[in-house]
């Protein structure tokens, strides 16, 4: 299983990006997967979610309007498209995979990183303010 997140970068307020995961190892189809968002000192935060099998999105309040989640199961890869950034977007992105937890995830857990099993190792945004 591998999970290799790109596309972070430096880009000013307002504008967009769009990170990519491509996932190895699973059938997305069948598990959910998540991005996650992760500054120093601090613990990682949900930001998005989908499960394609439950047909479910869900969003931060944070982010939602300005952040879409998608998969192109082609290219075994999860996108989150990111626009209207602001500097308290900055933070290090990283997407997980819930396959042995995946029962467990309600649309009130969803954003906990406990319910991950699998792992990236990130890609660092950075908004100046």
């Known amino acids: 299983v591998q999970l290799v997140e790109s596309g972070g970068g430096l880009v000013q307020a307002g504008g967009s990006l769009r990170l990519s995961c491509v996932v190895t190892?699973?059938?997305?189809?069948?598990?959910?997967v998540a991005w996650f968002r992760k500054t120093p000192g601090q613990d990682q935060v949900g930001v998005s979610y989908?499960?394609?099998?439950?047909?479910?999105?869900y969003y931060s309040g944070s982010v939602k309007g300005r952040f879409t989640i998608s998969i192109d199961n082609a290219k075994h890869t999860v996108y989150l498209q990111m626009k209207d950034l602001k500097p308290e977007d900055t933070a290090t992105y990283l997407c997980?995979?819930?396959?042995?937890?995946?029962?467990?995830?309600?649309?009130?857990?969803?954003?906990?990183?406990?319910?991950?099993?699998?792992w990236g190792l990130g890609t660092q945004v950075t908004v100046p303010s």
């Open positions: 989908t499960s394609k099998r439950d047909s479910v999105i």
């Open positions: 190892g699973f059938n997305l189809d069948d598990y959910a």
């Open positions: 997980g995979v819930s396959a042995l937890r995946y029962s467990r995830i309600t649309p009130t857990s969803w954003h906990k990183p406990w319910n991950y099993d699998y």
